[in-house]
């Protein structure tokens, strides 16, 4: 039976594929022998990153990333930021380009992912990125901006836990970008967001592209 630690599941979800045969979960981090380099641009940084089988995407920047990363407004330049579900690190090191003063926390289950977003960090220069598990970041932190594409697959019981333990961590004025995929439930998603959220929060539909919904989630000041 799967179980959740820290809004995020652990279990058997951990070896389970997507449609397309890419892993959202994998157990252990990959050895230096089972990375590739990729060659990326992210909202006009170039950059050449390590990516690795048995992470989400392992062999590019996925459809919805580059949604995201094309849609969503600018990060907010201080202050913490966060990428959730940080797979390799494309959303990550993007925050990190647009916004060198921030601290950009990256959070995952997968340990291989987190191994490959450190090391793209420091590839890139972004100090100030730290990737790691849920229990790296302190309790008090709250998010002056949120990007995220969220593991849908995981199942609508875990995504709803996932994004309600982070979502209420926004700041005050702090906004949250997720890209969701139409047909797996973006739109259902905007209405039950905006129910267990509360009137603290506004939340709607931020840009539509390719199939996705980027959903806008901004806590009142």
């Given at each position: ?10 279990g058997p979800i ?205 806590r009142h000041a």
């Amino acid at each position: 039976m799967a179980t959740m630690h820290n809004g995020l599941q652990t279990g058997p979800i951990a070896a389970a594929q997507n449609g397309r045969g890419e892993q959202y979960f994998a157990a252990n981090p990959s050895s230096p022998d089972e990375r590739r380099t990729l060659h990326v641009r992210l909202r006009g940084h170039e950059a050449d990153v390590q990516v690795s089988n048995g992470v989400f995407s392992g062999n590019r920047v996925d459809l919805g990333t580059s949604v995201l990363l094309r849609h969503a407004p600018a990060p907010s330049r201080i202050g913490n930021l966060l990428d959730l579900g940080c797979g390799w690190g494309p959303i990550a090191l993007a925050m990190g380009f647009e916004s060198p003063e921030a601290d950009i926390w990256a959070l995952d289950v997968n340990e291989r992912a987190v191994e490959l977003t450190r090391a793209n960090a420091q590839t890139c220069a972004l100090a100030r990125i730290h990737a790691g598990t849920a229990g790296m970041i302190p309790t008090d932190i709250q998010f002056d901006t949120i990007w995220s594409n969220p593991p849908i697959r995981v199942g609508k019981e875990a995504l709803h836990d996932l994004l309600m333990t982070w979502l209420p961590r926004l700041a005050p004025d702090g906004g949250a970008y997720l890209v969701v995929q139409r047909n797996l439930g973006a739109d259902s998603l905007i209405p039950w967001l905006a129910a267990r959220l509360g009137s603290s929060f506004d939340v709607g539909k931020y840009a539509s592209s390719k199939g996705y919904r980027v959903i806008e989630v901004r806590r009142h000041a």
